[in-house]
Each structure stands twice: as structure tokens, then as C-alpha cells.
């Protein structure tokens, strides 16, 4: 089982956190499932984070994490 807190939260850099602070908390659980979507699609497109692309890995993860219903 994917998790947020061992899988999903080690994804997202100190500096990603901080820049992304303004919207919601990448290291809290409760704002990353309300945001899923919207922080699937940015990561997908290659829009964010500002800075690199995600490899294909990585963005599959997320998706099967929120595919199985974003256990904490
Ligand atoms: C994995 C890491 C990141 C994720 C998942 C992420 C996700 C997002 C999302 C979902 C939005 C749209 C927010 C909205 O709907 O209002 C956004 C906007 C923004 N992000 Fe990030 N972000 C990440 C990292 C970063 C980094 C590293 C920077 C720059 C240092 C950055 C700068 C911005 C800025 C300036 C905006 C507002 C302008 C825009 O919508 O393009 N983000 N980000």
C-alpha cells in the first residue's frame, strides 16, 4: 500500500514546501488530499514544481496513491 506518510510526503522537497506555502502545506496530510487534483495536474504538465520535471516514476506513484483513495 502506497501511504502518505511514508511514500508520498518524502516526494516533496523542503523547498517545495515553502514555495507552495502560500496555497496549502505539501508536508500536511489533510491539504495534499484536498489538492490532489489540482497538484496531479501541475506535476503532470510539467508545470510544477517550478524549477524540474518529475520522472515517470515518481508522478506514478502519486497517481496510485490517490487511485487508492489517499490512505494517510
Ligand atoms: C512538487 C512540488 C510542487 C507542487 C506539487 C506544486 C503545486 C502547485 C499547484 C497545484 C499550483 C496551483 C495553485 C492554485 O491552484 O492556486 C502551484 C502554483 C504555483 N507554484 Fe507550485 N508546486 C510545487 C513546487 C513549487 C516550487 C519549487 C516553486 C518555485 C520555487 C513553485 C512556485 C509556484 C508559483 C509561483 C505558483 C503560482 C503561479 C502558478 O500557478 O503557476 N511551486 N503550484
Redesign the pocket.
Known sequence: MVSFEHDIKP???E??RD??DF??D?WNYDDVRA?AD??L???KDG?????EE?PQERIELLERWIQEGMPA
Do not use: G, T, Y
Request: aromatic share 14%; with cysteine.
Open positions: 516526494l516533496f522537497r523547498d517545495d514555495a507552495m496555497v496549502f505539501l489538492n489540482n497538484i495536474e501541475r506535476i508545470s510544477m514544481p517550478c524549477d518529475w
